[in-house]
């Protein structure tokens, strides 16, 4: 098993910067990817920005390109999302998911590929 947990979120302006953090802890050796995704409310679940666990590779979703930044810290188990230039069509509940099956190829865009979440982590953008 592996288990996440996210932690950053908060209220911001619109403009502001924010870093969200995501602990990985348990089966660490089986992950192959973690990845962001967001809930916003009334809206499905969508992908954000995924890292390959080994590589550092990393995809955005074109919301996210340009202004977010994935990192991963192996050696601390951590994941990381750095946040910048935040509007309103950012708030929304941020999870951390891991993927404990190997992904032939780039990160995956596709919930379903990931086992493992968190229980999120509230991002409110006031404009």
């Known amino acids: 098993q592996v288990r996440l947990v996210e932690s950053g979120g908060g209220l911001v302006q619109a403009g502001d910067s924010l870093r969200l953090s995501c602990s990985v802890s348990g089966r660490t050796f089986t992950i192959d990817a973690v990845a962001w995704f967001r809930q916003a409310p009334g809206k499905e679940r969508e992908f954000v920005s995924g890292?390959?666990?080994?590589?550092?590779?990393?995809d955005y979703s074109d919301s996210a390109k340009g202004r977010f930044t994935i990192s991963r810290d192996s050696a601390a188990k951590m994941t990381y999302l750095q946040m910048t230039g935040l509007n309103s069509e950012d708030t929304a509940i941020y999870f951390c998911?891991?993927?404990?099956?190997?992904?032939?190829?780039?990160?995956?865009?596709?919930?379903?590929?990931?086992?493992?979440w968190g229980q999120g982590t509230q991002v409110t953008v006031s404009s």
């Open positions: 998911a891991a993927a404990g099956i190997r992904i032939p190829g780039g990160v995956s865009r596709v919930q379903s590929r990931y086992q493992y």
């Open positions: 890292i390959k666990w080994s590589s550092g590779n990393g």
